[in-house]
């Protein structure tokens, strides 16, 4: 496992990066279908993934790594383990990014935001508001996977294991519908694994 493309074939051999032409939950249609939980569901990849992901940033010294939940709590831990940190997530509360569960940011603390999908960038600046609404800092961000193709912006450094440019498609846009292939809801049962 030492580069993307061999990343890659992890994240399709466990069904988790899928070509097609999906309907995703957002209304578009994509050729091709993410869940990083389908290998992170493997505790040794999740470990060997995180851990490279957290090779990344051992130049610099953080006081806790943080990620939203749900998608990234595991890759929050399994980084923090790799750094000899704390890890904790921030949760969505009536739909804003919240601290919960007594976990608390020490003013001057340092962090590292991490997340298993970096799609729009969204949900990764909300979580870097809550550190730095915390009285903390935000070092930098890492991801295991960046699906923006490289073009996330969030002012500090940031590091992905895999970088992705993945399409998507209004429906009425979407060149697989008009070469008349159907399309397929990620998460039901007749997808066939690449
Ligand atoms: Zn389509």
Partial sequence: MNNEGEILNIFRQR????EGH????????????????????????ATELCFKLGAQFRTE???????????????????????GVRAM??????????????????????GLVVEDVITTGGSTKETMRVVTDAGGTVAAV???IDRSGGTSDFGV???ALVTLAIDT??????PLCKK???TVKPGSRNLNKV
Avoid: N, W
Wanted: charged fraction near 20%; include cysteine.
């Fill in 15 to 18: 069904g988790a990066l899928l």
């Fill in 22 to 45: 999906f309907l995703l939950s957002s209304g578009l249609h994509s050729p091709m279908y993410l869940q990083c939980a389908l290998v992170l569901q493997y505790p040794d990849l």
């Fill in 61 to 83: 010294k953080f006081d806790f790594v943080i990620a939203p939940a749900l998608g990234g709590i595991i890759v929050a831990q399994e980084v923090a383990k790799s750094l």
């Fill in 89 to 110: 997530f921030a949760e969505r509360v009536d739909g804003k990014l919240t601290l919960r569960r007594g976990f608390s940011i020490s003013a001057g603390e340092k």
């Fill in 142 to 144: 890492g991801s295991l």
């Fill in 157 to 159: 450094p940031f590091k």
């Fill in 169 to 174: 498609y209004q429906p009425k846009e979407c």
């Fill in 180 to 182: 008349g292939i159907p």
